[in-house]
């Protein structure tokens, strides 16, 4: 069982820079994709980014190619999310998830079984 926990949300102004980092426990972690999920008030929790278990295939929500980054040292049992040239619409609480199976792959919530508490981001404009 892989259980995440976020870190490195705040306030930044339109156009900065954050990055979050989901620090995760449990010895199989290098066997689950994990993915980063966001949700601002009164909306639905959206896909953001997902890498798969190696590293090798990042993914993203159309929102956001091209600004963030996602990636993963298996060392470490984290996953990081680079996110540059912020909009006032990333404001939410981004969320990290671990696969729901080993090996999978996927954008939907129902592939990530093991969430985290949230980390709370703020862009002003």
């Known amino acids: 069982q892989v259980q995440p926990v976020e870190s490195g949300g705040g306030l930044v102004q339109a156009g900065g820079s954050l990055r979050l980092s989901c620090a995760a426990s449990?010895?199989?972690?290098?066997?689950?994709?994990m993915a980063w999920f966001r949700q601002a008030p009164g909306k639905e929790r959206e896909f953001v980014a997902g890498?798969?278990?190696?590293?090798?295939?990042?993914y993203y929500g159309d929102s956001v190619k091209g600004r963030f980054t996602i990636s993963r040292d298996n060392a470490k049992n984290t996953v990081y999310l680079q996110m540059n040239s912020l909009k006032p619409e990333d404001t939410g609480v981004y969320y990290c998830?671990?696969?729901?199976?080993?090996?999978?792959?996927?954008?939907?919530?129902?592939?990530?079984?093991?969430w985290g508490q949230g980390t709370q981001v703020t862009v002003s404009s």
């Open positions: 998830a671990a696969g729901r199976a080993p090996y999978g792959l996927g954008s939907g919530r129902d592939d990530f079984g093991s």
């Open positions: 449990g010895r199989t972690f290098s066997r689950y994709a």
């Open positions: 890498i798969n278990w190696t590293g090798r295939t990042p």
